[in-house]
């Protein structure tokens, strides 16, 4: 499947990519980024599918890389998942938000509660009417908030109850000694959001100890000079579900793990084997059991 924006580029530009999908033992091998003659292949996969942006000119290829993981996000937004026989099912809505989400070769709309007021998420029912009718998913009008200093929010949102729920997701990767003992370990964050919140809300967001972290990533939305100088987040937030920041806790700070380990390796004297049992128990870490 292709789309095309500013010309149509030959598709034999994709034999540079098959050539390197060939020689690659697992797709992961597969290099992000690769210098044809006149071009940049740059791919990301997910959910076993490839998705190849090609440039023209030099770009920055995480800016690349980023613009087609939201691509695949959006894409789970509308459809709940993103497999192969999905985007098959769904063709025309998929091509409808390539329109949107790049204008002649540049991101325009990235935000799920925007371009869901552009492009309607497919249901049976909408799809029986516009086979009917003849008529798309796309809205005639722009969206409110499209033209506006805060493009990823719509106005006039109204709710009856206003709600907001923040998950904080971290993955933690340790190696811990024979003795119980943490050598090294390193946290993978996120913040994920549900913001339920009538009118234009402003939030603020403050940590008990920001100087844990070693690397961020925010949501544009986040105000970063407020961050740089005071280390709060401030933030006027898009409708309904968002990942408000990404971070890294590295391994030069002391990380409470919060979970014990435990082993015992028995191996037999003949060399035929041994066993080896794991045991894993939650840790009181600053009070909090997990």
């Known amino acids: ?18 050539d390197h999908q060939r020689k690659a033992s697992s797709p992961e091998d597969i290099p992000p980024v690769i210098a044809t003659p006149h071009h940049y292949l740059i791919s990301v996969y997910r959910s076993s599918m490839f998705f190849v942006a090609v440039c023209t000119t030099e770009v920055a290829p995480l800016f690349v890389v980023e ?7 959006t894409f789970e ?8 026989s999905i985007i098959k099912e769904h063709y025309v809505v998929v091509y409808e938000l390539l329109d949107e989400m790049l204008d002649n070769g540049f991101p325009l709309a990235t935000e799920s509660n925007i371009l869901k007021e552009l492009i309607k998420p497919p249901n049976i029912l909408r799809t029986i009417a516009n086979t009917v009718t003849g008529k798309s998913n796309v809205s005639s009008t722009l969206p409110s908030g499209q033209l506006s ?7 006039g949102v109204k709710y009856t109850n206003n709600e907001a729920y923040f998950d904080m997701i971290e993955e933690v990767d340790a190696i811990i000694d024979k003795s119980g003992s943490t050598v090294c370990a390193e946290i993978q964050g996120y913040i994920d959001c549900c913001i339920k919140l009538s009118g234009m809300p402003d939030l603020s967001l403050s940590f008990v100890n920001p100087r844990l ?5 925010f949501h544009p939305c ?3 000079k407020r961050w740089e100088s005071e280390r709060v987040l401030s933030f006027i937030p ?13 391994s030069q700070s002391i990380v409470a793990i919060p979970v014990y380990v435990r082993h015992s390796l028995c191996l037999r004297e003949s060399g ?8 894993l128990g939650p840790k009181q870490t600053l009070g909090r059991t997990v």
């Open 149 to 155: 200093n805060i493009p990823w929010r719509r106005t």
């Open 67 to 73: 613009f087609l993981h939201r691509v695949v996000d």
């Open 238 to 250: 898009p409708d309904g579900n968002f990942r408000l920041m990404s971070y890294h806790i590295g």
């Open 77 to 84: 937004d509308y459809f709940s998942e993103c497999t192969e």
């Open 222 to 224: 986040v105000r970063f």
């Open 213 to 217: 972290f070693d690397d961020v990533s």
């Open 1 to 18: 499947m292709e789309k095309h924006w500013k010309s149509v580029i030959s598709r034999s530009v994709c034999d540079y990519f098959f």
């Open 272 to 279: 035929s084997g041994g066993r080896l049992d794991i045991t």
